[in-house]
């Protein structure tokens, strides 16, 4: 008996903050919206546009998002796999919002890694305050984890100048040839041997 393979939520949601914090027009396919609730739910929060079918999502993003709020926990609410990159997205996010981590500890790994690139986050224990502004500045950054990679790129796709993400063998765990797939979608990005 044959079983199809369920996509993967977190890539799809990696996607779906990348086009939020950089804007444009995609469609997502075979993916699943009804695993991505809590996450689109807070997309269109941040004023993303969403559409959804059987099996495909599409995002469209212009300008800056509204900076959201949010709590991780187990499924099916928010994510903490998605954390980071929602991160990502209110560091550049019109207004101020609280990040709370509650499933993993040490899961801040990547805010000192966003504030090389400008980001204002303040992290109070498990909770981490991020005022959004409008532009970040490239810099070389180092990967710390799966998901923070996955933030980082996002953030480099969205500052100015070039941005370096270091100890990207982290990314690959996770993600098959992200940057083929962001270039695909006018990214100026490439991976450096």
Request: proline letters at 3%; glycine letters at 8%.
């Amino acid at each position: 008996m044959a079983h199809p393979i369920i996509p993967d939520r977190i890539e799809c949601g990696t996607f779906l903050c990348a086009v939020a914090a950089a804007g444009g027009d995609v469609t997502l396919r075979r993916t699943r919206a009804d695993h991505l609730d809590t996450v689109l739910d807070k997309l269109r929060e941040a004023g993303v546009q969403l559409e959804c079918g059987a099996d495909w999502i599409r995002v469209r993003a212009e300008g800056r998002p509204k900076a959201v709020s949010f709590r991780t926990s187990e499924y099916p609410a928010f994510p903490t796999d998605m954390q980071a990159q929602f991160m990502t997205v209110n560091c550049i996010a019109e207004g101020v919002s609280r990040v709370t981590e509650t499933i993993f500890e040490n899961r801040y790994m990547h805010v000192n890694e966003l504030v090389r690139l400008g980001a204002h986050i303040a992290v109070d224990g498990h909770t981490a305050i991020v005022e959004g502004i409008p532009k970040l500045s490239g810099a070389t950054v180092m990967a710390t984890d799966l998901r923070a990679s996955a933030s980082l790129v996002i953030a480099g796709l969205v500052a100015e100048g070039e941005t370096r993400v270091d100890r990207i063998y982290h990314l690959d765990r996770g993600y098959d040839r992200m940057e083929v797939k962001l270039r695909a979608l006018g990214a100026d990005i490439e991976r450096i041997k």
